[in-house]
């Protein structure tokens, strides 16, 4: 695993709103690789704010490898370095996914403890009033980049069936598993939220910033919950892709997600 390394934002409300603006402009192509950026009054003037200002923006947007700037050219998009460490999951492949970036990302675990969990957690996995679950944070890394931050309860009888070091080394549905869980269905829904003080600084963006939310129970053959995940994802280093097909006729046409058998089998 590399060393943690922050990523530095401007000082000032003001530059760290034209640099985060600038920042999603990129990761979601409004601003395309190799474009040029307008100049600094240019965009002084569109986000009211002095040319100072924009140069501190500019400056981290240089830093963290996203833009260049060039005598007599003006300052360039590099969007390709984002791309490069962005982590794309199509829901039809989203299992077999998840054992590939095990493997080819690291883990760091924040907290790792035995309590009882929220009651909404408890509600969700059906667990007995009282009863104590594992509950474990993580953040996930690409390159040394953070972009998921990561709770999970499991049930204390099948969490003892291994060891804390387990689970920064090895996918969380795998150490079921291996524990003996019959894994059958999961239920999975993603939705939007804020970046809080404590994910802001773990996944190394700004309070406030937006953030993918995932939350997901899994369930073995008999119908029990056997883990919750509650997910939190950098938009600009994570999304989720769906297929959708054309179903239908005439005016009962219309776009359906393109689920196929590869999707229900992994689950």
């Known amino acids: 695993m590399e060393p943690d390394r922050a990523t530095p934002l401007p000082e000032g409300a003001k530059a ?38 924009v140069r501190r923006a500019l ?20 969007s390709k370095s984002l791309m490069d460490k962005r982590t794309a999951m199509n829901f039809n492949t989203l299992m077999p996914q998840l054992v590939e970036m095990g493997q080819s990302t690291t883990a760091r675990l924040l907290s790792f403890s035995y309590s009882q969990p ?10 007995p009033p009282a009863q ?3 509950i474990a944070t993580r953040v ?4 040394g980049v953070p972009f998921s931050h990561l709770t999970t309860y499991v049930p204390t009888a099948i969490a003892q ?26 239920h999975q829904s ?19 910033s937006a953030l993918l939310s995932l ?36 005016v009962g046409r219309h776009w359906e997600p393109a689920i196929g058998q590869a999707e229900q089998g992994a689950v």
């Open 190 to 208: 993603v939705s939007a939220t804020l970046a809080g003080p404590e994910v802001a600084e773990a996944l190394e963006v700004a309070v406030g």
């Open 140 to 143: 996930r890394l690409a390159d």
């Open 16 to 53: 760290r709103r034209v640099y985060l603006s600038l920042r999603d402009q990129i990761a979601d192509g409004r601003l395309c690789d190799g474009e040029t950026l307008p100049g600094e009054q240019r965009l002084a003037q569109t986000y009211g704010v002095s040319r100072v200002t």
């Open 59 to 78: 400056d981290v947007l240089r830093e963290t490898g996203l833009v260049e700037k060039r005598a007599g050219s003006g300052t360039t998009v590099r």
């Open 118 to 127: 929220p009651d909404y957690v408890a509600q969700a996995m059906g667990l």
């Open 161 to 186: 069936n291994y060891s804390e070091n387990d689970l920064a080394t090895t996918p969380l549905f795998k150490l079921l598993e291996r524990s003996g869980v019959q894994i059958d269905a999961a």
């Open 215 to 250: 939350k997901r129970i899994v369930r073995d053959v008999e119908g029990n919950g056997v883990e919750y995940l509650s997910g939190l994802y950098r938009p600009d280093m994570f999304s989720l892709e769906m297929p959708l097909a054309r179903v239908g006729d005439g």
């Open 132 to 134: 104590k679950a594992q």
